[in-house]
Nanobody, 124 residues
Framework: QVQLVESGGGLVQAGGSLRLSCAAS????????MGWFRQAPGKEREFVASISWTGGSTSYADSVKGRFTISRDNAKNTVYLQMNSLKPEDTAVYCC?????????????????WGQGTQVTVSA
């Protein structure tokens, strides 16, 4: 059974940093592009960042470019999202997703599997 489990969320002050992790099991992790999406209450799910199955390409939403960094460690079956200079607007539930042989798509329709999410709250 495929499982994606996020961790690392929490409550931080504006300007602070967090690193989210997504641990995958039940799939060949190195064959999947991985993406991060977020959703605030009453809002649609929003693309944040993604990394290709090869690890050679990354994509970022304009709102996080220069502040967030996505990376992957295939030996640990884990994808990370390093979030710096956090803003209150970043408050959301952050979910990771897997896309077989993907090329870092920003389209949630491309992704096959989803984690349950981890809450990130940034106070002003």
């Amino acid at each position: 059974q495929v499982q994606l489990v996020e961790s690392g969320g929490g409550l931080v002050q504006a300007g602070g940093s967090l690193r989210l992790s997504c641990a995958a099991s039940g799939l060949t992790f190195s064959s999947y592009a991985m993406g991060w999406f977020r959703q605030a209450p009453g809002k649609e799910r929003e693309f944040v960042a993604s990394i290709s199955w090869t690890g050679g390409s990354t994509s970022y939403a304009d709102s996080v470019k220069g502040r967030f960094t996505i990376s992957r460690d295939n030996a640990k079956n884990t994808v990370y999202l390093q979030m710096n200079s956090l803003k209150p607007e970043d408050t959301a539930v952050y979910c990771c997703a897997a896309d077989l042989y993907g090329k870092a798509s920003a389209n949630l329709f491309e992704y096959n599997y989803w984690g349950q999410g981890t809450q990130v709250t940034v106070s002003a």
